[in-house]
């Protein structure tokens, strides 16, 4: 059997959609360089990409409150995600700048004539078997979403995450240093890079 990590409230949920996010980001690089060493490295790749969409569509869901169903979690819900009743003007500028980066990554929708969200664009390429994925190349901007979107995610934790600080050891990328420091307690914590 397989689990994902344990929530023990709905907050835990946004961050680990914010840490499965920033893992897809960081992981992308190294997946699109292996990609033609083998099919199995293509495969990789390939999740990478789907993870990062979506991941980063729920977590726009959750920013510009896109609840279609009665139990999916909106920021402009704080209740249900909190626990408790948090003022408007704490998170509305995390509102107003998700919806500038959900139209900002959107693009024409042939179908329709008109511009469709980045989240619309995700539900249409990813989300369903449609007709779309051989009908239409689609290319994604996943740095330039993730910039975007990234700061958005600071501030969040910043502000509604509770700080502690942990020590997890883990093969740096770049510097290959063994340890690194985290100011935030998270669901999910990076591996070793695949070498």
């Given at each position: 059997?397989?689990?994902?990590?344990?929530?023990?409230?709905?907050?835990?949920?946004?961050?680990?959609?914010?840490?499965?996010?920033?893992?897809?980001?960081?992981?992308?690089?190294?997946?699109?360089?292996?990609?033609?060493?083998?099919?199995?490295?293509?495969?990789?790749?390939?999740?990478?990409?789907?993870?990062?969409?979506?991941?980063?569509?729920?977590?726009?869901?959750?920013?510009?409150?896109?609840?279609?169903?009665s139990?999916?979690?909106?920021?402009?819900?704080?209740?249900?995600?909190?626990?408790?009743?948090?003022?408007?003007?704490?998170?509305?500028?995390?509102?107003?700048?998700?919806?500038?980066?959900?139209?900002?990554?959107?693009?024409?929708?042939?179908?329709r004539?008109?511009?469709?969200?980045?989240?619309?664009?995700?539900?249409?390429?990813?989300?369903?078997?449609?007709?779309?994925?051989?009908?239409?190349?689609?290319?994604?901007?996943?740095?330039?979403?993730?910039?975007?979107?990234?700061?958005?995610?600071?501030?969040?934790?910043?502000?509604?995450?509770?700080?502690?600080?942990?020590?997890m050891?883990?093969?740096?990328?770049?510097?290959?240093?063994?340890?690194?420091?985290?100011?935030?307690?998270?669901l999910?914590?990076?591996?070793?890079?695949?070498?």
């Open positions: 059997m397989h689990e994902r990590s344990i929530k023990n409230k709905p907050l835990d949920t946004i961050l680990y959609e914010i840490d499965m996010l920033r893992h897809c980001a960081h992981a992308l690089a190294t997946k699109k360089n292996r990609a033609g060493e083998s099919e199995f490295h293509r495969a990789e790749y390939y999740l990478c990409i789907e993870g990062f969409l979506l991941h980063f569509r729920n977590l726009i869901a959750f920013f510009i409150s896109q609840q279609d169903e139990h999916d979690l909106g920021i402009n819900d704080p209740v249900r995600w909190a626990g408790s009743t948090i003022e408007q003007r704490r998170y509305s500028d995390l509102m107003k700048q998700a919806r500038e980066v959900n139209a900002k990554h959107g693009t024409q929708d042939f179908d004539g008109k511009d469709s969200t980045c989240y619309d664009q995700i539900s249409k390429f990813l989300q369903h078997c449609t007709s779309y994925r051989h009908e239409r190349a689609k290319e994604w901007d996943l740095d330039g979403m993730f910039g975007d979107l990234d700061s958005i995610l600071k501030n969040f934790t910043d502000r509604f995450a509770s700080p502690v600080v942990k020590v050891p883990f093969l740096g990328r770049e510097s290959n240093s063994t340890a690194t420091l985290s100011t935030t307690e998270r999910f914590f990076p591996h070793e890079e695949d070498s």
